[in-house]
């Protein structure tokens, strides 16, 4: 969570002058919406939580510790939403209704273990998957981006997410079903996931 927040940071933020204000533009959301992570995830990423707070309760964690250890890298995904909150007219709780639920849609927290099982055997290879994983970040907030401008605010996040879906249905189906093939394959590299990537990112445009 250190490593991904840092780097996060330093990719998005930077240069920053002043510590204070960027806990002050982030704290509060992170505050309010930390809280309702199982609420707001869905499909493979509610499984993944559940499934490790299982594993660290059987380890002897008290239930509540491993919920919130579960629950740390979906909560990274907050960050996004206060960047895309502030440069927009929506509030951070509604934009991450929406951000999670097409997370879920794209296949994104399968992509983020798959980029997490890439080697590392040097340098190179280990920025590389950084980059690769900054990359799905960011396609998926162009995504919610676009459906934020595309659609009507007075929706709820989920028919929000159905009308954009079926306004794009072509890109949309296309972009699923690169995912989905690249993440089936027996060996996930990172050609594979560089090419899913590319097609996601192609769904805004």
């Known amino acids: 969570m250190i490593d991904r927040a840092t780097r996060w940071f330093v ?52 239930a509540e510790l491993a919920g919130k250890l579960a629950e740390l890298l979906s909560t990274f995904l ?9 440069a927009s007219q929506h509030s951070a709780a ?3 209704e929406l951000h999670f639920a097409l997370s879920d849609l794209f296949y994104v927290d399968e992509m983020l273990t798959s980029i ?8 190179w290879a280990t920025l ?8 799905v970040y960011a396609a998926l907030s162009a995504i919610t981006t676009a459906v934020l401008r595309g659609t009507d605010d ?7 997410m159905q009308a954009w879906v079926a306004e794009n ?14 993440l089936d394959r ?13 097609v996601m990112r192609s769904v805004p445009s």
């Open 11 to 62: 990719d998005v933020r930077f240069p920053i002058s002043d510590v204070a204000a960027e806990i002050e533009r982030f704290g509060p959301t992170l505050t309010e919406l930390s809280p309702r992570i199982t609420s707001l995830v869905r499909g493979a990423e509610l499984a993944d939580i559940d499934a490790q707070r299982q594993k660290l309760v059987e380890l002897g964690l008290p």
């Open 154 to 160: 007075t929706s709820t996040a989920d028919d929000r």
């Open 94 to 96: 509604e934009i991450a």
């Open 128 to 135: 590389a998957r950084a980059a690769v994983r900054h990359d």
């Open 186 to 198: 027996e060996t996930v590299d990172l050609a594979t996931l560089s090419v899913a990537l590319r």
């Open 169 to 182: 249905a072509e890109r949309v189906e296309r972009a699923r079903t690169t995912v989905r093939s690249g």
């Open 116 to 123: 997490t099982g890439l080697p590392r055997d040097d340098r």
């Open 78 to 86: 907050l960050l996004d939403v206060v960047e895309i909150a502030n």
